[in-house]
């Protein structure tokens, strides 16, 4: 039987259902493994779906690998933000095709 990482309610609502889950506490390198599967996950998911709560699974996943490599969302935020200044973001929707 194979598993994978899930959200921390997600054995409660299990057991709501009648059904006793198996699981286990993952290390702090098996933790930091299972998500970055489960970022590939969520945004496969994201691809096929295109909707916003797939959205917001993958920004749940990236806030929790930041604070799992030590990071504050804060901290992430200003990094993003200053690269934004630096290099601007994506709303002008450019498409680069390469140099003459």
């Not at 969520?42 to 096929?48: D, L, S």
Request: aromatic residues 6%; negative net charge; charged residues 40%.
């Amino acid at each position: 039987m194979s598993g994978k990482l899930v959200r921390d309610k997600i054995p409660d609502i299990i057991k709501a259902d009648g059904k006793n889950p198996i699981t286990r506490v993952l290390t702090d390198d098996e933790y930091l493994a299972e998500l970055d599967k489960k970022l590939n996950e969520e945004v496969a998911e994201y691809q096929a779906d295109k909707s916003i709560e797939e959205m917001a699974d993958v920004l749940e996943v990236l806030f929790a690998i930041c604070k799992a490599r030590g990071h504050s969302i804060e901290e992430l935020m200003e990094v993003k933000q200053a690269k934004q200044d630096k290099r601007g973001g994506f709303k002008d929707k450019i498409f680069w095709e390469g140099n003459n």
